[in-house]
């Protein structure tokens, strides 16, 4: 038995392709030409940045300045006035030296000869220095007493010739470099000189450190007073690191 089916009726042969030839051709090349992951169509729009991830940033900045500002505030002094700006410390010593207002500064001289005594004349009319520096201090013992130094320093042209200067204005009865008070450039009531006080001397290379210290006051042991006064010449004589050139 024969099942009658529906007949379509036939494809008219004159009608165009879907998509013409060349289209296809086309269409093939760009789809093989795609890259990996490359998509087509309208372009997307970036994606929007998240406003939380720029908040946190800020918020760990503001911490981290906090912090740093905190550990700063706790490793300052605890008392900014025991270290006042641009003071310059005091040279450690045993005693407290303090220049007068009559001689705030040392003073220069290139002519040792005219500044000094006996023997010590004589050397400096042969063996000239190059310059003599002289500066003035004064030092209040516990009990009051003040004491007088005069700290000078004679540069040589030779280490030789400071030391030969040092031997010779170590002998007693050699004379010396005049002392401040003794060569009128400043003075004190009752004292014409220092030298009847305490004596000390250094050479540093082609430097020569003379010290002499006295005061007023000198008490019934005049043993006790010179070493004193020795004492206190010997630890002048870093104070001629200041001024010395």
């Avoid at 309208?42 to 906090?66: C, D, F, Y």
């Avoid at 520096?133 to 320093?153: C, E, I, N, Q």
Wanted: glycine share 6%.
């Amino acid at each position: 038995m024969t099942q009658n089916l529906p007949r379509f009726p036939p494809r008219p042969t004159d009608t165009a392709p879907l998509y013409p030839a060349d289209e296809l051709v086309k269409l093939q090349s760009i789809m093989d030409n795609r890259q990996p992951g490359q998509q087509y169509g309208p372009p997307q729009p970036p994606p929007p940045q998240r406003r939380s991830t720029w908040v946190g940033k800020a918020l760990a900045l503001v911490g981290v300045a906090v912090v740093s500002g905190f550990v700063w505030w706790v490793l300052q002094p605890s008392d900014p006035i025991d270290q006042p700006v641009g003071q310059p410390q005091k040279t450690a010593g045993e005693f407290e030296f303090t220049t007068v207002p009559e001689l705030p500064e040392p003073v220069k001289d290139s002519d040792c000869a005219a500044h000094a005594t006996g023997q010590t004349q004589a050397f400096f009319k042969t063996t000239p220095c190059l310059q003599l520096t002289r500066a003035f201090y004064t030092v209040t013992l516990p009990d009051g007493r003040t004491v007088y130094s005069s700290v000078s320093v004679v540069k040589m042209k030779s280490t030789e010739e400071a030391r030969a200067l040092r031997e010779l204005t170590q002998k007693d009865g050699t004379g010396n470099v005049k002392d401040l008070v003794l060569d009128k450039a400043i003075t004190v009531p009752s004292l014409t000189t220092l030298g009847n006080g305490g004596y000390a001397s250094e050479q540093q290379a082609q430097t020569v450190v003379i010290v002499e210290s006295d005061s007023p006051s000198k008490g019934t042991d005049a043993i006790a007073h010179n070493r004193e006064m020795k004492k206190i010449s010997n630890d002048a004589i870093r104070l001629a690191s200041s001024f010395a050139s």
